[in-house]
């Protein structure tokens, strides 16, 4: 029994049927050995029992016997024979049973003693009728048969209800069981399918109960969809690599050529060769520079925001002036320490930065500001199409040969943000150009 479904019915069920068979057991034995309900005087009923025995015969006595509404509710009497057999054929309990037993070895010990009328009130309430045949009864009076219950409560009616209640808890627990074990098992499947190379495939809303192992599909799913999305991604990124690879590694090879068949122009080639090694270079360190976003150094280290911003802006201020733009940024009073590691806080930041001096025209201006843990960036630049506000942020991703760059630095910005804990948002402006917000997560404010 290995699965979970085999374990939860195996350990239910069995407990249930264990409790159910020594409760019922227990209840019989308990209502077999009760003690009969308080009786008339004995020498009454056994007055009336000889005077109906005389005058009626055995089958006066049987028909009395076997009206209940000669006896108090719940009571009769029990005609019980030298065999131990009840006159109307009813199962008596078994301690009037026993008790009966050994009174008849005693009337038989005690059959040629005369004082055996006086032994009577030893016997606890019972009546030897003797017929006229010489036929001899022992009435005992005791509790009547239960029949709230009919056979049930018979002695082999112990076995039904034990047999009910069996197959009664076998289909609750296979029920109960079925409902744990299948959303575990569709997890299971899932995530083989997931492990197999089906980025697609997914639990279910079937499975989303509101218990918590519906609650673990769901964010089961969740973590599916994430996985798919980091999937395609990375493809896409991979063949993003091989696209900006595929020009440069092709140059190289046509200045290879034409170095091969025209040698008085070597410096010529040699110098295309080497930039274009710097351009494949530069790629490569960009991914590099990609990848280390992912896995950032400690991302719970505390940072000051302006500290990091005012060291870009200095920086960045050389750039400026080469691309006839102003950068407008004035340091505020208040500095704020955000979450995260300071050089891949300044990384994210610089990015946006350097992404708005290149892609403003010259005369234009880049507005720099901090409120809090919120930095912006404004530019004069031509903005994106709607549609590609969000794709800006994807690696590699370029709209057209307006915009310079592999399209790498944006996107470490976004990883950078996601991993700290961050924002990221990017708006065209009404009046021209493109805005790009960073919230950080703040620590503290520093007065």
Do not use: C
Request: hydrophobic share 45%.
């Amino acid at each position: 029994m290995r699965s979970l479904f085999g374990k939860l019915f195996g350990a239910f069920w069995l407990t249930t049927l264990v409790i159910l068979a020594v409760s019922i057991f227990v209840s019989f034995k308990i209502a077999d050995e009760q003690s009969p309900y308080s009786f008339a005087d004995p020498r009454e009923i056994d007055q009336e029992l000889q005077a109906i025995l005389q005058s009626e015969g055995i089958d006066g006595l049987e028909a009395h016997v076997a009206n209940p509404a000669n006896f108090p509710a719940g009571q009769t009497v029990y005609l019980i024979d030298s065999n131990g057999r009840d006159l109307l054929d009813r199962r008596p309990p078994k301690r009037i049973y026993n008790r009966s037993r050994r009174i008849w070895l005693s009337i038989s010990e005690r059959r040629s003693d005369r004082r055996n009328s006086e032994k009577r009130s030893r016997w606890l309430r019972q009546s030897l009728l003797v017929a006229a045949d010489g036929r001899m009864l022992l009435a005992m009076p005791g509790p009547a048969p239960h029949k709230r219950f009919g056979f049930l409560l018979a002695g082999s009616g112990r076995w039904a209800v034990l047999t009910v209640a069996a197959v009664i808890s076998l289909l609750s627990f296979w029920l109960l069981s079925r409902s744990l074990a299948r959303p575990v098992g569709k997890i299971s499947e899932t995530a083989a399918r997931l492990a197999s190379g089906d980025m697609t495939s997914r639990v279910g809303k079937k499975a989303y109960t509101r218990d918590e192992i519906g609650q673990l599909a769901a964010q089961f799913d969740r973590m599916a969809e994430e996985l798919e999305l980091q999937s395609r991604t990375r493809l896409e990124m991979f063949r993003n690599i091989a696209h900006e690879l595929r020009a440069p590694l092709t140059r190289l090879q046509i200045a290879a050529e034409l170095l091969e068949r025209k040698p008085d122009r070597s410096a010529q080639q040699v110098e295309r060769i080497q930039y274009e090694i710097k351009r494949v270079e530069g790629l490569a360190s960009q991914v590099l520079a990609l990848a280390r976003a992912e896995q950032l150094p400690d991302i719970n280290e505390s940072t000051s925001l302006v500290g990091v911003v005012d060291r870009i802006i200095k920086d960045a201020e050389f750039e400026a002036n080469a691309h006839e733009v102003r950068l407008l940024y004035s340091s505020p009073a208040d500095d704020s320490v955000v979450r995260g590691n300071a050089d891949a806080i300044a990384s994210a930041i610089e990015n946006v930065v350097r992404n708005a001096v290149q892609n403003t025209p010259a005369g234009g201006k880049v507005a720099v500001s901090i409120d809090r843990e919120t930095v912006t960036v404004v530019d004069d630049g031509p903005g994106v199409p709607a549609d590609a506000l969000e794709k800006i942020f994807e690696p590699f991703y370029r709209m057209d040969t307006n915009r310079a760059g592999a399209g790498i630095g944006l996107a470490i910005t976004k990883r950078v943000l996601q991993q700290v804990g961050g924002e990221l948002e990017a708006l065209n402006l009404a009046d021209g150009g493109l805005q790009i917000t960073m919230r950080f997560a703040l620590t503290k404010a520093v007065p």
